[in-house]
């Protein structure tokens, strides 16, 4: 008697879910590939599906923290910081559909083309660091860091060092570091920095209570370090050993990028921004933003993103930006989990005569968007896409180019989590100097891979081709 009890009324409480949940999906999911994929979950796993919902299905920072941060953003965009001057911004675009583009991110993140940078780019980790700790050592009026993953390893340490270093002289040190992807780092080696006067604050503080109210899986993805306001460093790498991921893929090759010029001035915003979000203070503006020189050719626009921006453009703004290629599109990444948008312009792309490579590692530290990846990656390439896939190591480069032009950098991801979910930052690039710099580092990544074969594409009745058909369907949740 008790069995048939349970047994019924877990049939009934099945039924309960999937018929309550229904219209909450249908009408609260604008994507209906998001809808029908949620869908899918909750009929075959009603509870465990509920609970997954509950956990990770609404794109929310939890009430609380979404209206601090939009009321802060009014005071922050009130505050007497200088405005971004142009001196600054860039001539005239040298073709309608290039206005487009930079009418287009200039709506997403409010920063006009500053032109007169300086752009040098890292593919080896250790070099990067080197060069990052000598300005570091170089520093007079103040460092600012924000990362994604801080390590305590040799790195972190290493870095950690030149902070105090440069707190010993006088020069204020802010440390911005993800509670999630820096938890290692906070449980001792933050506590040694603060102890030194560093000011160490976590970037979207994870709890359980917070769970109800509030993703724990939306992270600040940044990774910004400016010193004194006139160097920055940004792109995809983080300050910690890059062999760290070496369980699955291999170790990390990522690229950062050195800036100076004009430029500098509205990452430093991106960062004051943040820090404000997170510790409500205003640090005060002497030497935030000294006068800047013009120090190069290059122009540069700015692209931060993240779940309290207007996520659309920036994925209206891949799209275009793809449609713009006449010759050639090269993609860098790690997870490559397009959105039909993204998926229809390097189709179209393709099948009109571009040439379009993908260059992407075999495999990566997360099974399920490697699954998911191997079907997007199988479609563009029978349609004529090139897919080489990285031998050295996890490929964690986000870069793209369109022939000699235009070039985008940074720390998104081409995945739905970068597109709507994680605070990202990205650069556009539009000098074809740095873009054939940038250009030639994908070449040399394109050297170190293999082209992809037959056999690389899993077969439909095989284990392999299941799961791959499987994650697919839940790509729009990745």
Same mark, same amino acid.
């Given at each position: 008697?008790?069995l048939l009890?349970?047994t019924?009324?877990?049939v009934?409480?099945?039924? %309960?879910i999937r ?5 909450v ?7 209906p ?10 009929f ?22 979404l209206a ?5 953003r009014g005071e922050?965009?009130?505050n ?6 142009p ?6 675009p040298?073709?309608d ?9 200039q709506?997403l993140g409010?920063f006009?083309?500053?032109?007169g ?6 593919i ?6 080197e ?12 460092v600012?860091?924000?990362f994604?993953?801080y390590?305590?390893?040799w790195?972190g340490r ?5 902070l ?10 802010r440390?911005l %570091?993800?509670?999630i ?7 001792r080696?933050?506590?040694?920095l603060?102890s ?8 979207l ?8 109210f509030?993703?724990?899986?939306i992270r600040?993805h ?13 792109g ?6 890059p062999t760290?991921?070496h369980r699955?893929?291999g ?7 050195r800036?100076t010029?004009p430029?500098?001035?509205?990452l430093?915003t991106v ?6 979000h997170e ?15 013009t ?5 540069i626009?700015v692209v ?7 996520t659309?453009?920036f994925q209206?703004l891949?799209?275009r930006?793809?449609?713009? %290629?006449?010759k ?5 990444c790690?997870?490559f989990?397009?959105d039909e ?5 390097l189709?179209v792309?393709?099948q009109g005569?571009?040439?379009?490579l993908?260059?992407?590692p075999?495999r990566?530290?997360?099974p399920?968007?490697?699954a ?11 349609f004529?896409a090139?897919?080489f896939f ?5 490929l ?7 022939d000699d032009r ?5 720390s998104?991801?081409?995945?739905i989590r ?14 074809s100097?740095?873009v054939?710099e ?13 082209p992809?074969?037959?056999d690389?594409?899993?077969k ?10 499987? %994650?697919?369907?839940l790509?729009?949740?990745l």
């Amino acid at each position: 008697m008790d069995l048939l009890f349970w047994t019924k009324l877990l049939v009934v409480s099945e039924w %309960a879910i999937r018929l309550v949940m229904l219209p909450v999906i249908v009408i609260r999911k604008e994507k209906p590939a998001t809808a029908l994929a949620w869908l899918a979950i909750i009929f075959f796993e009603p509870w465990i599906g509920l609970v997954l919902y509950l956990l990770l299905g609404e794109i929310r920072l939890g009430r609380r923290r979404l209206a601090l941060r939009r009321r802060r953003r009014g005071e922050f965009a009130s505050n007497e910081y200088p405005e971004i001057e142009p001196g600054a911004v860039s001539g005239q675009p040298t073709s309608d559909s290039e206005a487009m583009l930079l009418e287009l991110s200039q709506q997403l993140g409010s920063f006009p083309v500053a032109q007169g940078n300086a752009v040098q780019f890292f593919i080896d980790a250790d070099r990067a660091i080197e060069h990052l700790v000598a300005d570091i050592d170089q520093a007079q009026d103040h460092v600012h860091l924000l990362f994604y993953i801080y390590g305590d390893d040799w790195v972190g340490r290493q870095v950690g060092e030149a902070l105090i270093r440069a707190r010993q002289r006088g020069v204020i040190c802010r440390v911005l %570091a993800d509670a999630i992807g820096s938890r290692k780092f906070f449980r001792r080696l933050a506590r040694w920095l603060q102890s030194e006067g560093v000011e160490v604050y976590p970037a979207l503080p994870a709890t359980l209570w917070r769970l109800p109210f509030a993703r724990l899986d939306i992270r600040n993805h940044r990774k910004l370090a400016i010193i004194d306001g006139r160097v920055a460093y940004t792109g995809s790498q983080n300050i910690i050993e890059p062999t760290y991921g070496h369980r699955r893929g291999g170790p990390w090759h990522d690229i950062m990028a050195r800036l100076t010029g004009p430029v500098v001035w509205q990452l430093q915003t991106v960062f004051l921004e943040d820090w404000f979000h997170e510790t409500g203070q205003l640090p005060e503006s002497t030497g935030l933003f000294p006068h800047q020189e013009t120090t190069g050719d290059v122009m540069i626009q700015v692209v931060p993103t993240g779940p309290d921006l207007p996520t659309k453009q920036f994925q209206d703004l891949v799209a275009r930006t793809l449609f713009m %290629a006449q010759k050639r599109i090269v993609i860098t990444c790690p997870y490559f989990v397009p959105d039909e948008g993204m998926l229809l312009a390097l189709r179209v792309a393709a099948q009109g005569g571009v040439r379009v490579l993908l260059v992407v590692p075999r495999r990566t530290d997360h099974p399920m968007v490697d699954a998911a990846g191997m079907f997007y990656l199988e479609y563009l390439h029978r349609f004529g896409a090139e897919v080489f896939f990285y031998q050295p190591g996890l490929l964690h480069s986000k870069t793209l180019t369109i022939d000699d032009r235009l070039a985008m950098f940074g720390s998104a991801n081409y995945d739905i989590r970068s597109f709507e979910l994680n605070f990202e930052l990205n650069l556009l690039l539009h000098s074809s100097e740095a873009v054939g710099e940038l250009y030639r580092l994908q070449q040399y990544y394109c050297a170190q891979s293999r082209p992809a074969c037959a056999d690389d594409w899993p077969k439909l009745a095989s284990f392999q081709g299941l799961k791959v058909h499987f %994650a697919k369907l839940l790509s729009p949740l990745l």
